[in-house]
């Protein structure tokens, strides 16, 4: 039976490794990252693309495409690395921000893919109001809604811990800002450092979504992928799948690399792992 969850490495392009990161992805040409994913037994990558040099999609998918990679989903933290914000003081940031989101709209449509949208938004506005700044964000969203649809991408808002973002920390806030936008192109997606730090619980977090995520961060709170960990691990894994079943959760999980050493075989690892619990 084929799997309703494909699993993704993180990649990005190699100049990725200057950037000091918060997890270790892979990283490559299309081709080199496309083919360790499918060799270390991923179905793809999520992949994360220099705002200011987005890659040509034809060219792009024909290089990934001769791996048998997939790329179902493009992260746009890359944003927030490189000093931009999609809500910021200085409306000149925020401009560019903004049009190097729709970049990554434009070049996620050609793949019918999914663009994460979580620390591209920032951390806030100094002194600025929370319900000043969500009405900003809504402002921002609807904007960035209307071209996914014209692209043919679907954004997803994702719901970060205070340290990363002072906006949209919980999936009931996400889903609230999810249900005032109103657009088939604007949905949320989860992540499990978030549902482990920040929900009352990780189930409820995941029912707060309404089986609407379609996308999924997997990583312990160490940032260690699922299943490779020596000592006993944060998280029942077991118990998230189970809980993401019953919700009927389909669609694309992402997992990270180790941050030391060989990457291959912990990938491995965790990947048989992670497709014994996700087998429906």
Known sequence: MTSKVKFCLFASTPDMEELNFVVKVLTGTPAEVGERAVKW???????????????????????????????????????????????????????????????????????????????????????????????????????????????????????????????????????????????????????THQLWAVEASIEQGIRAAKGQARHIHLYEPSRLPPGVSPEKEALDWPHIAQVLKEDGFEGSASVVLVPKGDPEPVARQSVAYLRRLFNW
């Open 41 to 191: 037994g991923y179905d793809g990558i999520e992949f994360m693309p220099n705002p200011e040099r987005v890659p040509d999609p034809e060219v792009f998918a024909q290089a990934l495409g001769r791996t048998g990679a997939i790329m179902p989903v493009v992260n746009s933290g890359r944003i927030a690395v490189q000093g931009m914000a999609l809500l910021h003081e200085d409306r000149a940031v925020q401009r560019r921000a903004i049009e190097a989101f729709k970049r990554f709209l434009d070049f996620a449509g050609y793949f019918g893919a999914r663009v994460g949208l979580g620390m591209a938004r920032g951390m806030g506005i100094p002194g600025v109001s929370k319900e000043e700044m969500t009405r900003q964000a809504e402002e921002v969203f609807r904007e960035l809604a209307e071209h996914a649809e014209k692209a043919g991408a679907v954004i997803m808002l994702e719901p970060a811990e205070a340290e990363f973002t002072s906006l949209f920390n919980t999936n009931a806030e996400v889903m609230a800002m999810v249900e005032r936008i109103g657009s088939p192109n604007f949905s949320l997606m989860l992540d």
